[in-house]
Structure formats: structure tokens, C-alpha cells
């Protein structure tokens, strides 16, 4: 076969190419037809036609789905950055989110969702109807699968280091408080360090590392803590200590957010005086997407509101 690098541009079919992004992000060929808006079988014929001009399967079934071949390992960040340069010869017209047909992805613990979420899909009904919002969990891959195209945003601390060829967006600042039960001996009165070590906790660890700045900030005063319950989860922390005398250290944002539902209250934390910078983070090969563009700054709008 032909080396593709020899062939003439205009025997190439470039509407190809979003097809061709879109089965190397998603790995599923009804999921990538979905994107694009082919049916499965003219998504399959594509696929074919793609494997033929490039000489590669691309995708090959494993269990459980499908995985990339290496060349398509290699060519999803280029695919990417080709549809960002083409897309730019054609961005004069204003871009009008209300005729955008496109799912967003966007890696968050379910604090943010439930802080960011309903705020952000009432302005999205409103805006861009035909726009869909898929949220996966942290993982040790969501970097890797930011840079391939597969996730568009994922949500982070100022303080959390970033790799190379990522933004940020500083979206406003939030507060861990320490949060009890309304009732709870500690609900009322100022909260000392020593008050941590005197009831359990109910302690959220979304990579399973267990040390938390908490331990290492009591550890450095003497202190240590019981910890009756770990979880990923921020809303299952703050039901079980609506339940019980367990106390936790979250966010402000999401604990005014469920207060009254879980009949909580919060105090301020004597270890965690500094504010906490919520960024949104995405790949800069995506950063110059229209749609993705006016999506983080209906969010940056939709956070000024509730990070204050």
C-alpha cells in the first residue's frame, strides 16, 4: 500500500477527520457515532476506510471494549491539534452555543457536581440544549486521557501541581470546615486541635492515600485522630455524620449546600486557616475549542456566584 505521507491531499476525505478523532477519544464505535452524528453503521464503514488508509486496525477488541493500537496512540494528539488548526480558518462567524450538538466531559469528585452542577445544567437548558455533560471519577489515568481528547476538563486545587501542556482557571476560593451533626457537643463554641482527637471521623480519600494534611497537622501538634470511616465520596461523609457523632473536615461550599437536608452544622477548623482555590484544567491542544471556551466561562459565572 501507498505510505500515506506520498498521497495527494484531495484524494483524502477530511470529513474523515472528526470521525477519526472521535473513535480514537471514545474507543466505541456507537459512543464516537453519537459525537459526530453517524449511525453505527456508517460509523463502522468509516472506521473501515480509516483502518485501510492508514494501514492500522486502530481499534482492537479486548475485554471489555476496545483499546488503541499504538499508531492510534500516536496519532489521537495529532488528530486533535489538526481539527483545533482547521477549526480556526473558519471561527470569524461568532460562535452560538445554541446550535452546538457535542457531549463535555469533565473529571470531578462529587463535591463540585453538586456545588457546580445544578447551576451549570440550568444555564446549559437555557444556552446549548443540544449539549450533553458526561462527569467520571479521578483516576490515575484522567491526565493521560486529557491529553489524548478523551476528557475535556477535570477540576483541581491552585496548590495541586499540573503537567506540562495543561491551563487553569482559578474559579474563586472555598474553606474546609470542620462539619457535625446539629446537635453534636462540638456544633456550637470555638474548635480547638484537641477537639479532633476527641470523636471519630468520617475521613473522604479519593486516591485511597489515607495520610492526610489533617493527620500530619495533628501529628505535628501530638495529636492523633480515629478515623471510623473512609470513603470517596464527600456526600456520604456528611450523611454519616448527620447520622452520627462523627465530625469531618469539607468544603464550605458543598456543606452549605446540604446543610439544611442533612441538618448540619460547621465550625471553623483551627488546622486549615488558608482559602482554597477551585481551577478548572484542561489540555492546551483544546484550549482554542469554541464550545469548550464558552463552557469554562459559563462556569467561571456559574462559580463567582457560589465561591465567595
Not at 459512543?31 to 464503514?45: F, I, K, T
Not at 499508531?71 to 488548526?85: F, G, I, N, S
Not at 462523627?246 to 483551627?270: H, I, K, N, Y
Request: proline share 6%.
Amino acid at each position: 500500500m501507498m505510505d500515506i505521507s506520498t498521497r495527494h491531499l484531495s484524494g483524502i476525505d477530511l470529513d474523515l477527520l472528526p470521525v477519526l478523532d472521535a473513535l480514537l477519544r471514545r474507543r466505541n464505535v456507537t459512543h464516537a457515532g453519537h459525537d459526530v452524528g453517524l449511525s453505527q453503521p456508517a460509523m463502522s464503514r468509516a472506521l473501515g476506510r480509516l483502518r485501510h488508509l492508514f494501514d492500522d486496525p486502530l481499534l482492537v477488541r479486548q475485554a471489555g471494549g476496545f483499546a488503541l493500537t499504538s499508531k492510534a496512540q500516536r496519532l489521537a494528539p495529532q488528530v486533535a491539534a489538526a481539527l483545533e488548526q482547521i477549526g480556526g480558518l473558519f471561527r470569524d462567524a461568532p460562535f452560538d452555543p445554541s446550535a452546538a450538538r457535542r457531549t463535555i466531559r469533565i473529571v470531578a469528585a462529587d463535591a463540585q457536581t453538586i456545588v457546580l452542577m445544578p447551576d451549570v445544567m440550568r444555564r446549559i437548558a437555557q444556552e446549548a440544549p443540544g449539549v450533553r455533560i458526561a462527569v467520571e471519577g479521578y483516576g490515575q489515568d484522567t491526565i493521560a486521557q486529557m491529553q489524548q481528547g478523551r476528557v475535556d476538563f477535570a477540576f483541581a486545587l491552585a496548590s495541586s501541581p499540573l503537567p506540562s501542556g495543561t491551563e487553569s482557571l482559578i474559579l474563586g476560593n472555598d474553606r474546609l470546615m470542620l462539619v457535625t451533626r446539629r446537635g453534636h457537643p462540638l456544633a456550637t463554641g470555638p474548635v480547638t486541635a484537641e477537639d479532633y482527637a476527641r470523636f471519630p471521623h468520617a475521613a473522604v480519600s479519593i486516591f485511597g492515600d489515607g495520610q492526610t494534611e489533617i493527620d500530619a497537622g495533628l501529628a505535628a501538634r501530638g495529636l492523633s485522630r480515629t478515623v471510623a470511616l473512609t470513603t470517596p465520596h464527600f456526600a456520604a461523609a456528611l450523611a454519616v455524620v448527620a447520622a452520627t457523632d462523627c465530625m469531618t473536615t469539607l468544603s464550605q461550599a458543598l456543606t452549605v449546600r446540604l446543610a439544611d437536608a442533612f441538618g448540619l452544622s460547621m465550625r471553623p477548623s483551627p488546622l486549615f486557616a488558608d482559602p482554597l482555590a477551585i481551577t478548572l484544567v484542561w489540555d492546551r491542544l483544546r484550549s482554542a475549542d469554541p464550545l469548550l471556551i464558552w463552557f469554562r466561562e459559563m462556569v467561571r459565572e456559574v462559580a463567582a456566584a457560589i465561591y465567595r
